[in-house]
């Protein structure tokens, strides 16, 4: 398998590339620090919370405690609480106990992670703190911080666990069905007239098992995603789980590349406290990766021809925007050597897009650069929801009209009052369906197959009380020749 470009270098190189300016670099350093910090506070601050709770318990106690020295009959709340619940009981103490070994089996996996980048893990920062004789004051993570945390251990249980197969079974057979069917590596030469296999690119790639899935079947990936906490655990599953196995009977490794994979148990929903069955269910465990993420054979082929897989760092839209008509010109300019700098030979023969239109805060922006990524007869594959990631905030409200300027744009009062969102919820508009598949159709695709209702779920946890089913809708669609 080809090297994945470091997620980690190419944040930077992005960074560098788009900010000039000191702030910005600041503020990209702040991220990574901020993120490393949730990564390594993990197992404290989820123990934490738990003592939180357990103190709320003995509160409720103390207070029981004075209404049943009135001696009044009837139950209490001492009499009624779960020997679980109660302080000092070895059954509370199992509980304790074993949620507090869930949290570290996580921090294992989040260690793991930031040793293969480079980062110090919880321990080493431990040590560190220890052995300082200066007392530092910590910087927690907060809620929201720790709250990405929580999604990547459930992501990374959605593409790399045995439990998560049905889940990514309704997405990503299907696309790779498609792939099969539209775009056969036997047939390339009919899409394309460069060496090599066709290029998918594959953005919003979370943990990366569909980019990974895509090309162990002989295509060329090109994964992306912006989100840091993603990336580095993604980073670590494909390339990080490998390790050379110096047991082998023969004793000679030189020019071999024989190794094992290691494994890791995590319990994915000990963040989760409503809707919960049992405690057992809450920290039960999920193996990851399920697979060996190294053991994609080398398709046949010359070296020049095989496949590559490459993950880029970055938002979508500044990772591609060159492949519009007005960036080309520009980029012709800059320097040749940027990694990200596309030219039109490299186009790609098909984008899949699993859960990821709808995080659009532009959704034509999105449309039209997915549409000069593609060479003609490209393939865009579409399966998800219409959630609208940056749906919900930032309404305008009749009392912003009040002053009798229409403009939103203009109205100081409705950005004075949103002046704490993120730009992005200020122009996110929420397209219906049908509306999606006509601005796809106008931009210049064809609809080869459309799916609709298909219910799926996203990184749910089947023994909840509550599911979140969506009804998804699966579209292949087919850029038509420019003269078409
Ligand atoms: C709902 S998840 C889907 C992940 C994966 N495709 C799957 O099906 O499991 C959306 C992913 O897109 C990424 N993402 C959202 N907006 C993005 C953007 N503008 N640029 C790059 N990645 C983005 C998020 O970080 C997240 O990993």
Not at 4 to 22: F, S, T, Y
Not at 26 to 31: A, K, N, R, T, Y
Not at 335 to 347: A, F, L, M, P, V
Request: hydrophobic share 35%.
């Amino acid at each position: 398998m080809d090297e994945i470009h470091l997620p980690l270098a190419a944040q930077k190189m992005e960074a560098h590339r788009h900010h000039n300016d000191d702030n910005d670099d600041d503020e990209e350093e702040e991220h990574f620090h901020q993120v490393c910090r949730s990564y390594q506070q993990y197992a404290t601050f989820h123990q934490t919370i738990q003592q939180g709770v357990n103190q709320r318990v003995e509160r409720l106690l103390a207070k029981s405690q004075g209404q049943e020295d009135g001696g009044k009959p009837g139950p209490t709340i001492s009499s009624i609480l779960p020997l679980s619940m109660m302080p000092h009981h070895v059954e509370s103490h199992r509980q304790n106990k074993a949620f507090c070994e869930a949290t570290v089996r996580n921090q294992f996996f989040l260690d793991s992670v930031l040793r293969y980048s480079g980062v110090m893990t919880s321990q080493e920062v431990l040590k560190e703190m220890q052995q300082s004789k200066r007392r530092r004051s910590i910087e927690w993570a907060t809620e929201d911080q720790m709250s990405k945390i929580d999604s990547v251990l459930k992501s990374v249980a959605r593409d790399w666990s045995a439990e998560g197969s049905h889940e990514r079974s309704v997405v990503y057979d299907r696309m790779l069905m498609a792939l099969e069917k539209y775009l056969p590596l036997c047939r390339r030469e009919k899409m394309t007239t460069d060496a090599g296999p066709p290029r998918i690119a594959v953005p919003g790639s979370g943990l990366g098992r569909l980019a990974w899935e895509i090309h162990s079947k002989g295509y060329s990936v090109q994964g992306s995603d912006f989100s840091l906490p993603m990336l580095l655990a993604s980073d670590f599953v494909l390339n990080g789980c490998a390790v050379p196995d110096f047991n082998t009977a023969s004793g000679d490794m030189e020019g071999t590349s024989v190794h094992r994979w290691r494994q890791f148990s995590i319990s994915p929903w000990i963040a989760e406290t409503k809707n919960v069955t049992t405690f057992e269910n809450r920290i039960r465990t999920v193996t990851v990766p399920d697979v060996d993420p190294s053991s994609i054979q080398n398709i046949a082929g010359s070296s020049e021809t095989a496949p590559e897989f490459t993950m880029l760092a970055g938002e979508f839209l500044s990772l591609y925007s060159s492949f519009l008509p007005q960036k080309q010109a520009h980029h012709e300019c800059m320097d040749k050597n940027h990694s990200h700098q596309h030219s039109s030979g490299e186009k790609f023969h098909g984008i899949a897009c699993s859960f990821f239109l709808d995080t659009a805060p532009s959704l034509p922006d999105y449309l039209i650069t997915i549409y000069h990524m593609l060479v003609d007869g490209g393939l865009l594959l579409h399966f998800g929801p219409l959630m609208y990631h940056w749906s919900g905030h930032g309404a305008l409200l009749p009392r912003d009209l009040d002053n009798g300027n229409e403009n939103c744009e203009m109205n100081s009062r409705y950005h004075g009052r949103n002046s704490f969102l993120d730009g992005r919820y200020l122009s996110s508009v929420d397209f219906t369906w049908l509306e999606v598949r006509e601005m796809i159709v106008n931009a210049g695709f064809e609809i080869l197959e459309e799916e609709i209702d298909i219910p799926a779920n996203y990184t749910a946890n089947r023994h909840s009380m509550m599911e979140v089913l969506y009804k998804c809708v699966f579209l292949v669609a087919k850029k038509k020749n420019a003269q078409q």
